[in-house]
């Protein structure tokens, strides 16, 4: 019980620290560059263990980033990002007859990094790295059963972190970007397992939650490059 409360804090204590050094950041002289980029997933990878199941979460779905960037060095970068993501969850993890799911929606929160290759010119191709927290939406709902019997289960998706890697280039006022990207995060929800004969028949609830997700994807996104923006 202690060893759960202080990882607890732990946790809370990071998502904080994450959230003041974007705050910082923002108000300081990370204010040379606006990039704006829409990305669409080419791949994912993403199951809930608990449910043995191997069956993805959800399909490919699209994206929006803002980030901003100032120069460290001539080369090295540092900034931060917020986005939107929108991608459909998958209706056939447990194989219910009647699955109802809702849109899984993320908004990730982060700090970034970026190494350029080139010194600022035309074409300058880079890597960049990305840490921060991501707050999902997102809930599915199925139902199975017989003449005698039904089971139903229900979870959401909370919020988790994310981090990942990228590559890409710019060139003049335009930049391509294909980056891999990974959400730790976690459901909740429950079972119900009754005798579908009788409206009043007693059933078995189990509750769940903490339960762990992962989530991968490779986005390759599209964007534009606005140059000498300065924050207020």
């Not at 986005?83 to 969850?89: A, C, L, N, P, T």
């Not at 350029?116 to 890597?127: A, L």
């Amino acid at each position: 019980m202690i060893l759960s409360k202080n990882f607890a804090d732990r946790r809370k204590n990071m998502k904080n620290f994450i959230i003041a050094s974007l705050l910082l950041i923002g108000a300081g002289s990370f204010s040379n560059t606006l990039e704006i980029r829409y990305g669409a997933d080419i791949n994912n990878n993403g199951n809930i263990e608990y449910f043995k199941t191997g069956k993805k979460i959800s399909g490919n779905g699209g994206s929006v980033v803002i980030e901003y960037h100032d120069n460290i060095t001539e080369r090295l970068e540092g900034g931060w990002g917020i986005g939107y993501r929108y991608s459909k969850m998958s209706k056939d993890i447990l194989n219910y007859e009647d699955e109802k799911t809702k849109g899984l929606h993320s908004m990730p929160l982060y700090l970034t990094g970026r190494y350029n290759f080139r010194k600022e010119s035309d074409w300058t191709p880079y890597i960049s790295a990305n840490f921060g927290v991501i707050g999902q939406k997102g809930r599915y709902s199925g139902y199975t059963g017989t003449e005698y019997r039904r089971v139903k289960t229900d979870y959401r998706i909370n919020s988790g972190w994310m981090y990942g890697a990228s590559v890409g280039f710019k060139y003049k006022d335009y930049i391509v970007d294909l980056s891999y990207n990974i959400n730790d995060s976690t459901i909740e929800g429950f079972h119900e397992i009754g005798n579908s004969r009788y409206i009043n028949a007693p059933y078995s609830k189990t509750e769940f939650k903490d339960k762990k997700v992962r989530r991968s994807t490779i986005t390759l996104s599209f964007g534009w490059v606005a140059r000498d923006v300065h924050l207020p």
